[in-house]
């Protein structure tokens, strides 16, 4: 290590002695050791690493007894500048997200993250909680005007309070640390985690069903290539915000293939007169309040991506124009898709057949398209994964918000220095994901927790209409009736208690006293700060630090 310079030696040239062998003034000038690379000294220093000070310093700088020789290295050093000028013009200015977004990629990341492995399936959970086909054509709509309108909440909170995270900064804004910090708990360990997880589960099972035909593929094989699966994905999300997003243009693509030729062939069936299904659609239907919140409840979690824009807010480009608009266009597309697929499914299966289906798009792909019925598995797992590469690259990011905040551990909320994407907090993510992967069945987990997720839906939509009257003064380029997020608040009670009510289960306690339980980290390591804590987390830092190259994240230059 260099011991702390001197006051002065910011402008005094470092030279070898005269009369040694190559004397010569170096041209490598410093500043202290202790200068972060962030600007305004945040964050951990990385040891070793010293700042060249710029050509206004050396000038400024008084001639040694080499002054001749030393403004020739001034020269030299003057026409290097300029021959690596055009090069340092197309660098960022800061180190940090960089704006790379655009409204197809905002598009394609909510229909991409929506459309995953739940329509093609098991849109039999909807269908056995209604048991006619009616009623559960009218939950699916129903079910994408209530996220469509959730959504058009979050533009408001999107464009009023333009910081990535999703849920984070606006449950941060409105009801302060706490419920945040309680929401990136539940989040980053358990919702956001395991959803990965199950996605990568469900691509694997399809990618290697092909190769057992008529048996199951052992849970091995499923396992290890869900986990790399997520290595690929977490790796494509570390190098490049640019290739996450063009990976997700292509895979949404492709499931959008796949999703025309159902809708096409059932169109094409319905036309030549295969209507039986739809006679008496609504006979033997079931309307307890218990069975529709469930009904709900599942076609819920096949829209569950509706906000996923939210999160990568820093990173759009205009977001006060290509957020709202990404909304409008994306999650009515995906209504409809989800509305014709399953009239699709009705024209080939009656509704019991479909229940007895284990994955309804490769029995209506068997029926319909045979031979070429091997296409639907294999764009299924394109479909699959991704989604999973939306999950990634949006959950992220919430890691990202929550570590710059000091909810997480700092380093979290690092930028890498040669890629410019929020690399720490994205492998932390698939670290997480990886680990659910080895426990067996994770699906109940999931269901349980998914009303958590619904709970924390409703508490920020909820802080909207509390900021409509404590945050006056914020500007709001979207401003939704006043009636919408109220009706959204209702729902979202009403989908958290319904299945509470209607079928009791010791999972729902156990879902909140764990997040309950992020209180007592809170209170440890982030409200009171206890220096032991600091003392263990500051050198993990600076060595993750090192080890990733990766600085705090700076304000972008006016």
């Given at each position: 290590m260099h011991g702390s310079p001197s006051p002065g030696s910011a402008?005094?040239?470092?030279?070898?002695?005269?009369?040694?062998?190559?004397?010569?003034?170096?041209?490598?000038?410093?500043?202290?050791?202790?200068?972060?690379?962030?600007?305004?000294?945040?964050?951990?220093?990385?040891?070793?690493?010293?700042?060249?000070?710029?050509?206004?310093?050396?000038?400024?700088?008084?001639?040694?007894?080499?002054?001749?020789?030393?403004?020739?290295?001034?020269?030299?050093?003057?026409?290097?500048?300029?021959?690596?000028?055009?090069?340092?013009?197309?660098?960022?200015?800061?180190?940090?997200?960089?704006?790379?977004?655009?409204?197809?990629?905002?598009?394609?990341?909510?229909?991409?993250?929506?459309?995953?492995?739940?329509?093609?399936?098991?849109?039999?959970?909807?269908?056995s909680n209604t048991e006619a086909v009616g009623p559960c054509l009218i939950i699916w709509v129903a079910c994408g005007v209530l996220a469509t309108l959730g959504a058009l909440c979050f533009a408001e909170l999107g464009t009023m309070i333009t910081k990535s995270g999703g849920e984070y900064p606006y449950l941060l804004e409105a009801f302060g640390p706490i419920p945040a910090y309680l929401f990136s708990w539940t989040s980053l360990f358990v919702i956001k985690p395991t959803s990965f997880a199950i996605i990568c589960l469900s691509f694997s099972e399809y990618v290697s069903a092909p190769f057992y035909s008529g048996?199951?593929?052992?849970?091995?094989?499923?396992?290890?290539?869900?986990?790399?699966?997520?290595?690929?994905?977490?790796?494509?999300?570390?190098?490049?915000?640019?290739?996450?997003?063009?990976?997700?243009?292509?895979?949404?693509?492709?499931?959008?293939?796949?999703?025309?030729?159902?809708?096409?062939?059932?169109?094409?069936?319905?036309?030549?007169?295969?209507?039986?299904?739809?006679?008496?659609?609504?006979?033997?239907?079931?309307?307890?309040?218990?069975?529709i919140s469930l009904a709900f409840y599942n076609g819920l979690w096949a829209y569950d991506g509706w906000n996923q824009l939210n999160y990568i807010t820093e990173e759009l480009r205009n977001p006060f124009r290509n957020l709202p608009l990404a909304i409008i266009i994306g999650i009515p597309l995906v209504t409809g898709c989800y509305l014709l697929m399953n009239v699709a499914y009705f024209t080939v299966m009656t509704p019991t057949e479909l229940l007895q289906s284990q994955a309804v798009a490769v029995t209506f792909g068997d029926r319909v398209l045979y031979p070429a019925s091997w296409v639907v598995p294999l764009f299924v797992a394109f479909s699959t994964i991704?989604?999973?590469?939306?999950?990634?690259?949006?959950?992220?990011?919430?890691v990202y918000v929550a570590g710059r905040e000091g909810h997480m551990l700092k380093v979290l909320s690092y930028i890498s220095v040669k890629r410019l994407t929020p690399a720490p907090a994205i492998i932390f993510y698939g670290i997480i994901a990886t680990i659910y992967i080895i426990p067996g069945d994770i699906n109940s987990l999931v269901n349980y927790f998914s009303f958590a997720a619904w709970l924390f839906y409703g508490l920020t939509i909820l802080g909207l209409v509390v900021m409509r009257f404590t945050k006056k003064d914020l500007e709001r380029p979207i401003k939704v009736p006043i009636f919408i997020p109220i009706l959204v608040t209702l729902i979202s009670v009403f989908l958290v208690v319904a299945p509470i009510i209607s079928k009791p289960a010791w999972e729902y306690l156990y879902c909140v006293l764990?997040?309950?339980?992020?209180?007592?980290?809170?209170?440890?390591?982030?409200?009171?700060?206890?220096?032991?804590?600091?003392?263990?987390?500051?050198?993990?830092?600076?060595?993750?630090?090192?080890?990733?190259?990766?600085?705090?994240?700076?304000?972008?230059?006016?």
């Open positions: 402008r005094t040239p470092h030279t070898i002695p005269e009369g040694s062998a190559g004397a010569r003034p170096c041209p490598s000038w410093t500043l202290p050791v202790e200068w972060s690379w962030a600007r305004g000294g945040r964050g951990v220093p990385w040891p070793g690493r010293r700042r060249r000070a710029g050509p206004s310093a050396l000038l400024a700088a008084p001639l040694g007894p080499a002054g001749e020789m030393e403004e020739n290295s001034l020269r030299n050093r003057r026409d290097d500048e300029r021959s690596t000028g055009s090069i340092q013009a197309k660098e960022p200015k800061t180190t940090s997200l960089q704006k790379e977004v655009g409204l197809l990629s905002g598009i394609c990341m909510i229909v991409g993250t929506i459309i995953g492995s739940g329509i093609f399936i098991s849109p039999k959970s909807v269908l048996c199951k593929p052992p849970e091995a094989v499923v396992k290890c290539l869900a986990a790399a699966a997520i290595l690929l994905i977490t790796t494509v999300n570390s190098l490049s915000v640019r290739l996450g997003s063009y990976v997700q243009n292509v895979f949404t693509g492709a499931k959008l293939v796949i999703v025309a030729v159902i809708i096409i062939g059932g169109l094409v069936l319905l036309a030549q007169g295969n209507t039986r299904n739809f006679e008496n659609s609504f006979e033997g239907a079931k309307l307890s309040v218990g069975a991704g989604a999973a590469n939306g999950t990634c690259f949006t959950a992220g990011r919430l764990f997040i309950l339980s992020g209180l007592i980290f809170y209170f440890l390591f982030v409200h009171y700060k206890f220096g032991w804590a600091q003392k263990i987390s500051k050198p993990i830092t600076m060595h993750l630090q090192m080890l990733m190259e990766v600085v705090p994240p700076e304000e972008a230059l006016e």
